[in-house]
């Protein structure tokens, strides 16, 4: 643990509190997409499969209790919630995810680091994790005006990785040999995915506007 790390599981736990917030508060999910909640969901259930065979510390288990329940939560909401369902934007979040899923696993079995049960799965959430956010980000291209909690949420999501990026950097150079070339690789395209959404969101803070992205 050091201080990216724990700074990221909070940033990470943040933007699942700003999105929770959103949809129980609201009684919206406008602006959120499904699909991406259900690849976040098929990441953490893919890589927690030692969740009850393998307890590292009592905090490492709630957290991944908390990421899975929260996903679950999410989902059921936005498709089952008799208020919440309404306000979902299906004609705009029509991203094929499935190629997603498809592609990170052929990758997973291409690209692991023990060709076990186990190995494979863990290395498909990494790469599946990389481009989860991106039916989100097409979704809020195509309706172009952001809200100020969605806004927040995937502001919060990019911030994690970011910060997850620099820990891996910083144990690099303190935990020697560390080398981990999947999670290095997978966190420089997903932070990449990110640069775009956080430069039209410093615009609209420093002009203190709403958030708007090109279409």
């Known amino acids: 643990m050091n201080i990216f790390r724990l700074a990221g599981d909070v940033t990470h736990?943040?933007?699942?509190l700003v999105l929770l917030l959103k949809i129980y508060g609201t009684k919206s999910c406008s602006g959120i997409s499904l699909?991406?909640?259900?690849?976040y969901i098929v990441v953490f259930?893919?890589?927690?499969l030692d969740l009850f065979t393998n307890c590292v510390s009592l905090y490492n288990m709630v957290m991944k209790l908390v990421f899975v329940g929260s996903s679950v939560?999410?989902?059921w909401c936005i498709r089952l919630h008799p208020i919440v369902w309404k306000s979902y934007d299906g004609d705009l979040d029509t991203f094929p995810h499935y190629f997603l899923i498809a592609g990170s696993f052929a990758t997973a079995i291409l690209y692991h680091e023990g060709f076990l049960l186990q190995e494979v799965f863990w290395a498909f959430s990494i790469y599946l994790?990389?481009?989860?956010?991106l039916p989100q980000l097409v979704l809020l291209q195509r309706s172009r005006n952001v809200d100020n909690?969605?806004?927040q949420y995937v502001f919060f999501l990019g911030a994690y990785r970011g910060l997850y990026l620099m820990n891996w950097i910083y144990r690099y150079f303190n935990d020697k040999p560390y080398i981990r070339w999947i999670t290095w690789s997978s966190s420089f395209v997903q932070t990449a995915l990110y640069v775009d959404f956080f430069y039209y969101?410093?615009?609209s803070w420093k002009n203190n506007e709403k958030l708007q992205l090109p279409a």
Not at 129 to 133: G, H, L, R, T, Y
Request: hydrophobic share 50%.
């Open 13 to 16: 736990l943040s933007s699942v």
């Open 35 to 39: 699909k991406t909640q259900e690849l």
């Open 45 to 48: 259930i893919a890589r927690y």
């Open 73 to 75: 939560s999410i989902v």
């Open 129 to 133: 994790e990389a481009v989860a956010i």
């Open 149 to 151: 909690l969605t806004g």
């Open 201 to 203: 969101y410093f615009i």
